[in-house]
């Protein structure tokens, strides 16, 4: 299997077996980018999936924005992590999307998380916020503090982010501000936000900070262009803004159960020693323990993607299908 999906990934897009394993995930319906080329470029650049704290895989999520979202470009952004975010963008380039995925992580820093964003590396955690913006500049990446401003020790605060703004050094400085993020950790401070980015000439982006699909796309970024490289040139030049609708107290308690859930059984399964071959877990699927396999960003580079990546999607789809109905049976 691992054989033929090297094969195919030097094919043309869209012709390789990840469409042949996965299935065609769009029922034979397309959204057609020509009904929509009166407006701008839309843009969700903080999604979560099973490799951190979200509650789907990555063929689910892909799925959602093709079928659900008119979203032109997205970014997997787990915590200190990427390889689920490589393979959704090799998934979505093989099956064909229309959404673009860049490849972006969410950096626990000293002074905040940060989304890092364009990067192929993964960026350290647990350092100074100025040294985590400086090491995703020097992999060709921005860097974008998220939910900031908020009264918290996972958010950026003023001070530290006025000190940055103010380093004679450019490359330390954030390339924009997430102004829009519909959690309930950023709803109260939104007006904030946007006092602080106008006052300091930042960019500002929207995201929905999902950490389940349905979640996916309720806030966004518009931006001249469609692609992923027009979105990089309009936070470079600011040309960006920020949209959303903030999330449900009761939708959000309904995914920290699902997430409750989720961590219930990856630590069972790491007790245990038994690789989760549901994919509920981390790394694709395996939550940890002994036998704990490559990560996946390591297995790519090495030119080994797993063949389970492949089975990603009918595994998405049987876990779906489950749930609610004797959820806490899957393990058995």
Not at 23 to 34: L, N
Not at 96 to 121: K, Q
Not at 272 to 300: K, M, N, Q, S, V
Not at 304 to 329: H, M
Request: glycine share 12%.
């Amino acid at each position: 299997m691992v054989g033929r999906l090297l094969s195919d990934l030097a094919g043309p897009r869209g012709s390789g077996r990840w469409r042949d394993a996965l299935g065609d995930r769009t029922g034979g319906r397309r959204r057609s980018p020509g009904r929509m080329t009166d407006r701008l470029g839309r843009a969700d650049l903080h999604i979560h999936s099973l490799a951190s704290d979200g509650v789907d895989g990555i063929a689910t999520i892909l799925d959602h924005v093709e079928r659900n979202t008119t979203l032109d470009v997205i970014a997997i952004t787990d915590h200190e992590r990427i390889d689920a975010a490589v393979a959704a963008r090799t998934m979505a380039r093989e099956l064909g999307h229309r959404a673009e995925v860049i490849v972006g992580e969410e950096v626990s820093t000293l002074g905040g998380h940060l989304l890092a964003l364009f990067v192929e590396e993964r960026i350290r955690p647990l350092r100074s916020l100025r040294a985590t913006i400086l090491e995703v500049h020097e992999q060709g990446g921005l860097a974008i503090p998220a939910h900031p401003l908020v009264p918290y020790p996972l958010c950026a605060q003023g001070f530290v982010l006025r000190r940055l703004l103010a380093d004679p050094d450019p490359r330390v400085h954030p390339d924009a501000i997430e102004a829009f993020n519909p959690t309930m950790l950023g709803r109260p401070w939104h007006g904030r936000v946007n006092r602080f980015a106008t006052d300091h000439g930042l960019p500002t982006v929207g995201n929905s900070d999902s950490h389940e699909a349905a979640a996916i796309g309720t806030g966004w970024t518009s931006f001249p262009g469609r692609t992923a490289a027009n979105l990089r040139a309009a936070i470079e030049a600011g040309r960006t803004h920020h949209h959303g609708s903030f999330h449900g107290t009761g939708g959000q308690f309904t995914t920290f159960g699902r997430q409750l859930r989720k961590y219930s059984r990856d630590a069972r399964a790491v007790v245990g020693g038994r690789i989760r071959g549901d994919r509920t877990g981390r790394d694709l699927g395996y939550p940890g323990g002994r036998h704990r396999p490559p990560r996946f960003d390591e297995a790519w580079r090495a030119g080994r993607p797993p063949a389970d990546v492949a089975d990603q999607g009918r595994a998405d789809t049987a876990e779906r299908a489950q749930a609610g109905a004797g959820a806490e049976n899957r393990d058995r």
